[in-house]
Structure formats: C-alpha cells, structure tokens
C-alpha cells in the first residue's frame, strides 16, 4: 500500500494535470460556446464508436449461437415451402384426375407420395409412403393424374413398392375405342416415354394420334383410364401384325404423386370368383 501511495506522490503533477483537464471540458461542454458544441458533437460520436465496437465484440461471441437460430430458421422456411408446393401438385393432380363414374364408385383413392424412383433399368420400381395401414395391399393398381403409373407388389405399414409400367415384365390390357380393338401395352426396356402396342392386326387401322384407354378385361385397373397416344404405326415386314409405338400418358421422370385403386367390393368378388381365373 505504501508502495502504491509513494507511486500517486511522484506522478502527483499528471494527477493535477489530468483533474484539471476534466474540470476544463466539464465547463466547457456545460456551456454554449463554439467550443460546447464541437465537443457535445465530439462526444456522441465517441460514445456512437464505442457502442458499436461493442456491438461488433458482442455479435462476434454469438457468432455460432446466430448461425443456429439462422439455419434452424431456414429449415423452417424451406419445410414450409415444401409443404405448399406438395399441396398445390396434389390439388392440381386431382383437378385433371379421370372422373370416369365407374372409377368413383366402385374404387377407393389413396393418394401417396412418391419417395424414390426408377427409369434406367428393364424393369423399374418406385416407393410410395403409404402401406397397409391406409389399406394398400399387393396387387392394386396405381394411377398417376393423367394415366396408368403400376402395380403395388410388396407392402409394409407404412410404404409399398410398386412395380412401373416401365417394366418388361408388366403389361397393361388396353382399348382402342376409334377402332374397337382390345390388345395390351408393354414397355420394351428403351425410351421411358414410349411403349408398344402388341397383337394389332394389319386389317385394323390404327391411325397416329389415337387414345389407348384400359380396357375391362383386368380389375387392377378400371375401364378407360387413358394409358397413352399412338405416334408411329408400322407395317412389320413378313408379319401380319402392325409395330405400334405408344406415347404413355404419365411422365415417369416427373413422378411425383400417386393414388392407388382399393377396389370396394374386393372381398365380395374374390369369394364370388374364387377357383376361376378371371
């Protein structure tokens, strides 16, 4: 202490100095001279510096709490957006949805997502989230807002898998209403885009731009739900048979939504039909 009191004795001239500095800004800022006014001014932008190196100090130690909030923000406002455009592809889905009465009355849609999808390869599938308990089973139909999508094969609670009309494996029966001729469409493997129209006779004249609808021979689907466009039709050298190629009617590359056909009366048929192939 004594050390300390010796120390403010020898700098005793700075301390008066210092004191009597204040004393003079003190009187000079309380009056209303040139001098008062430059040094008010002076004083609020010290004071305006300060406060903002301290505000740049303060944010710098919440730089990592900010760059949180901010994320959990932006995931927010993206799961919202998300959302809405989820809702306007449904509505606008089920605005251009087929109204045929048979497809109303004697089927239930489920509508679904569609989480993950195929195109490249022989045979493709996507997965849907809806699965056995919205009531989806094996063997249902699905439809796309603007035509044929699959067929449900495996099912969990929550999800199904559905096997694509972009399959090899997987044939539509199909209708052609100008021409009245029943056949069936298979995807070959190639252009997502397009699939053959098999077993149409030479007699039969299939035109370019005729709607192929299913036809009633399959309850997985219901009747005259279009499946696709004639674009090309060919004579087959040496056959008896045109080579017609099919424009499908749903984009498979922009699959996104889905319904699956719960047929109503199913248990009713399958008791009644039981032991015969229909």
Request: hydrophobic residues 40%; glycine residues 6%; contains cysteine.
């Amino acid at each position: 202490m004594q050390a300390f009191f010796a120390f403010l004795y020898r700098i005793r001239a700075f301390l008066l100095f210092v004191v009597l500095e204040v004393i003079a800004i003190v009187w000079m800022g309380q009056g209303n001279s040139y001098h008062s006014y430059i040094l008010r001014q002076w004083g609020r932008e010290f004071s305006g510096f300060v406060q903002t190196q301290v505000a740049g100090v303060y944010a710098f130690f919440h730089l990592k709490q900010d760059h949180r909030m901010l994320l959990q923000e932006n995931s927010r406002l993206r799961s919202e957006l998300w959302q809405a455009y989820a809702h306007i592809n449904q509505l606008e889905a089920l605005r251009h949805l087929p109204q045929d009465s048979l497809l109303r009355t004697r089927y239930e849609l489920v509508d679904a997502n569609v989480i993950s999808n195929q195109t490249q390869f022989t045979t493709n599938y996507f997965l849907i989230n809806k699965g056995s308990r919205a009531g989806v089973a094996p063997g249902m139909g699905v439809i796309s807002s603007t035509g044929v999508a699959g067929k449900v094969v495996k099912c969990s609670p929550h999800y199904a898998v559905v096997l694509s009309l972009l399959s090899t494996k997987f044939g539509v029966s199909a209708y052609l209403p100008r021409v009245g001729h029943e056949s069936f469409v298979r995807w070959e493997g190639r252009n997502p885009q397009y699939a053959v129209l098999k077993d149409i006779p030479q007699p039969v004249k299939v035109s370019r731009g005729d709607s192929v609808f299913t036809s009633n021979f399959s309850r997985i689907f219901p009747k005259n739900l279009l499946v696709g466009t004639v674009v090309e039709v060919k004579d087959i050298p040496g056959s008896t048979y045109h080579d017609v190629i099919v424009k499908l009617s749903t984009d498979f590359r922009q699959l996104r939504y889905v319904y699956v056909l719960k047929e109503k009366d199913k248990e009713e048929i399958d008791r009644l039909t039981e032991g015969i192939n229909f």
